[in-house]
C-alpha cells in the first residue's frame, strides 16, 4: 500500500511569489491535514481537510488556503511568500479518526 | 488551547539504556500521539493512545488521563533510535488539529 506522497520535496521561491503544494494520502483516506514545521515554533497545525471540505484551521494568515479534490488529494497554497514562510510542510492522512500517517515533507526555502 | 510539554528536550544515553521521554498536556484530549521524526523530515507515527498502555517491539507508551500525563519508553536502546521524539494531542483522532510539543532529540551512543 502506497504512503502519503507529497510533492515536490524541496522548493526554492522568491519573497512575494506564491507556491503550490501537493499532497495524495493513502488510497482510502479521505482525511488530509497540513502542518508547517519551523526551528522557532516546532510544528503547527495549518488546515484539514475531508471529502473535500475544510473541517478546521489552524492559526495562520489568510495567505495560506488549501483544498481537497474529489480523489482525496489535497493542495496547499501560499500566497504572497514571506522570509519566514521557510519552513518544512508535512501532510497527514487519517481514515477518520484513527492512525495518522505522514508525507515525508516538502521544504519550502523562500529567498 | 492545549499545551504539550515534553521532557527532556535533549537526551544522551548509552547504548542499551531504557529511556523514558514524558509529555504533559493542559486539557482534555481523545488521543494523544506518539511521534518520530530522523533527519530527513519524515515522520512516523509510533503510537496513538486514549488509556492505558501499548507496546511495539522495544518501545512502550503509557497514558494516565486523570494526571494529563504521558511516557514513552524505550528498552535497550540502540544507535538507531536516534531521532526526534514529538507528543502530540488531538481532541478530535486522527490527524484532526493536532497540537505539538517540541519534541526530545534523543541520541543513543554505541
Known amino acids: 500500500k502506497a504512503g502519503v506522497t507529497q510533492t515536490p520535496r524541496y522548493l526554492i521561491k522568491t519573497r512575494g511569489q506564491q507556491v503550490t503544494l501537493s499532497c495524495s494520502p493513502i488510497?482510502?483516506?479521505?482525511?488530509v491535514s497540513w502542518y508547517q514545521q519551523t526551528p522557532g515554533q516546532g510544528l503547527q497545525f495549518l488546515f484539514e481537510y475531508f471529502s473535500e471540505t475544510q473541517r478546521n484551521k489552524g492559526n495562520f494568515p489568510g495567505r495560506f488556503s488549501g483544498r481537497q479534490f474529489s480523489n482525496s488529494r489535497s493542495e496547499m497554497n501560499v500566497s504572497t511568500l514571506e522570509l519566514g514562510d521557510s519552513a518544512l510542510y508535512l501532510c497527514?492522512?487519517?481514515?477518520?479518526?484513527?492512525?495518522?500517517?505522514f508525507g515525508q515533507g516538502t521544504r519550502l526555502t523562500v529567498v | 488551547k492545549n499545551e504539550v510539554e515534553q521532557s527532556p528536550q535533549n537526551l544522551t544515553a548509552q547504548e542499551g539504556e531504557f529511556i523514558t521521554i514524558n509529555c504533559s498536556y493542559s486539557v482534555g484530549i481523545s488521543a494523544l500521539h506518539w511521534l518520530q521524526q530522523h533527519p530527513g523530515g519524515g515522520i512516523v507515527s509510533l503510537f496513538m493512545?486514549?488509556?492505558g498502555k501499548k507496546k511495539h517491539g522495544r518501545l512502550i507508551a503509557t497514558i494516565n488521563i486523570q494526571e494529563k500525563h504521558s511516557s514513552l519508553h524505550i528498552t535497550a536502546s540502540h544507535p538507531r533510535d536516534s531521532a526526534v521524539y514529538i507528543c502530540?494531542?488531538?481532541?478530535?483522532?486522527?490527524?484532526?488539529?493536532?497540537?505539538f510539543g517540541k519534541g526530545t532529540h534523543l541520541i543513543i551512543q554505541p
Open positions: 493512545l486514549s488509556s
Open positions: 497527514a492522512s487519517s481514515f477518520t479518526g484513527d492512525w495518522a500517517f
Open positions: 502530540a494531542v488531538s481532541t478530535g483522532g486522527g490527524a484532526d488539529g493536532l497540537t
Open positions: 488510497s482510502g483516506h479521505r482525511s
